[in-house]
């Protein structure tokens, strides 16, 4: 039998510099919901989220993936997960579509050439596979990277700041994409400075540093 | 928003994806792949201009001084094996990827040698004529650098990932890895003098692949967990 997938912090501490950050975080997020955690600069925001994807250590508590530690399952587990940093990880001087195509090829699927320009018209990048990374805007450079989330099954998405360099257009159509996910059964861990409304189902709300 | 149908890969074409994406990089900055072939052949022609014309003496130098110099190119290559990849936040796509790190690192490293391990190996036999050495000894030397630049590329990718993000990595790299690579200089550049000498090289060979062996096992994994802590 197949569990529910839930995403569970039990426990969960974090100190940076010898400066606690957070500690005692417990919180169960399960399939549809999305949890938007919220707090000031330096709350710990990004740490968290880096703990939950797995790339920085846990140093107090446990995250557990279908009830399982994440670290004990850690292949499974990135299987199920698709994580946007700061950073848009994009090598400039290659074309849009290498770049993409390396990054689906990474979680193993290959989107054909009409899927690709689908998604990046859907992103409002459409024309653009061919050219050059480094011939793109921010904005533009944000847009191709949050179209990696269409391009990968992931279950769980963990988007740090998404909505940075988006414009009000762009605002509205990742909110529509990241509802259209929950509504297919998918969880998402998300920090944003702005309140944004994703679909009719409220957030999760986790505030750090309150 | 209707949901993609894509796609599966296997596993083989991932890797294959992923070498693909290391050598499109690399043609897009063709200055990269060539400085350190350039290096090779300024370092090693620097030597028969400064020891003078005597073919006695530059004959018996000609192995080590080649061996020598094929270790700082690709020295001079491998800061550059991560840091592109680390500074984008490709690096972590790729540890956050279902595919096994081990593998990834595996094909950055023969993404490595093909493209700067090889053209050492290519370009090495023109430089031995400098040095006037012959048939036979060129071949040899071909040979043993066709069996040890592979090892070079795996080793110095484990100081590649334990560098990344430090400052004056460059010369930390060079601190960490050089003394790893003394067995196959020794081993490299003894066959060619070995054979000069009327010794078989089959010794020498075979502990070249040997140390190739070990590395194809064992610098992958090392390598990973070296990234794993660098990108905490």
Redesign the interface.
Known sequence: MKTAPTLTFSQLGCSRGGRLLFHGIDCVLEAGRWLYVAGANGVGKTSLLRMVCGLAPIEAGQILWKGVSIHAQRDAYHQDLCYLGHLNALQESISVRENLSFTAALSGFAPSGAQMQEVLTRFGVGGREHQLVRHLSQGQKRRVALSRLALNPARLWVLDEPFVAMDEAGVRMLAELIAAHLEGGGMAVVTSHQQVAIGSMPAQLLELGA | ?K??Q????GLA??LL??LR?EI??AM??KGEVLTPLMFFVVIASLFPLGVGPESALLLRMAPGVLWVSALLAAMLSLQRLFA??YA???L?????????LGL?VAVKAFAHFLLSGLPLVLMAPVLGLQFGLEGRALGILMLTLLLGTPTLSLIGSIGAALTLGVRGAGVLLSLLILPLYIPVLIFGAGAVEADAAGLGIGGHLSLLAALLVLSIFFAPLATTTALRIS??
């Open positions: 928003m949901k993609l894509l796609r599966k890969l074409s991932v994806a992923a994406r499109s990089l897009r900055q592109m990849d984008d936040g490709s972590e796509q790729m540890v956050l990827s279902a595919t096994p990834l990108l905490e």
